[in-house]
């Protein structure tokens, strides 16, 4: 018992002692140099301008390509009406088909548009803006790239279950 009081009372001085030392010690202050930070600064901002400029190639190589698909599909489809009405095919719903169809890939060509007007604003003020304005702009960026993603799923879609079904439907029908 002895030795327990003993070693508490041993580990209760060392640990007084340690905090009147720790308590003597002026705190450290950092300073930090506003070069370094600029620098830092600087730095993020070209990899940010540079994963922008990235990022916006990619977006117009994959716009060029879904344009190029969808006004192929557009235009097979008006080939396909013409040759069927010379045949004296009812197409009155591949028609419609083919005004809808437009209709939606205008609809991408609208959001597309918005997208790069928005990625070019937002590139050019990177460095100017606040942590927390990018961020919003970002978000928006992502809200758009989430509507244009919706339109081509949209016509893909609709090709599918609307265009190619009426398409079959002309080809059973008997003159």
Same mark, same amino acid.
């Given at each position: 018992m002895r030795k #327990?009081?003993?070693i508490i009372t041993i580990a209760a001085i060392i640990?007084?002692?340690g905090t009147k030392i720790a308590s003597a010690i002026p705190p450290i202050q950092l300073q930090i140099d506003p070069a370094i930070v600029k620098?830092?600064?600087d730095a993020r901002c070209a990899k940010f301008k540079e994963k922008i400029a990235e990022k916006t190639s990619n977006l117009g190589e994959k716009y060029d390509k879904h344009l190029n698909a969808y006004n192929n599909l557009a235009s097979r489809l008006?080939? @396909?009406i013409g040759r069927l009405e010379d #045949?004296?095919?009812n197409v009155v719903q591949l028609k419609t088909d @083919?005004?809808?169809l437009n209709n939606k890939?205008?609809?991408?060509k609208e959001d597309y548009s918005t997208l790069f007007e928005k990625v070019d604003a937002t590139k050019g003020k990177v460095c100017d803006d606040t942590d927390v304005t990018i961020k919003t702009k970002l978000g928006d960026i992502r809200v758009l790239i989430q509507a244009v993603r919706k339109d081509a799923k949209e016509v893909r879609t609709y090709y599918k279950n609307e265009i190619r079904g009426d398409i079959l439907a002309v080809?059973?029908?008997k003159l």
């Open positions: #327990k009081i003993l640990i007084l002692a620098a830092w600064h008006d080939t @396909l #045949k004296d095919y @083919l005004s809808v890939i205008d609809k991408f080809k059973n029908q």
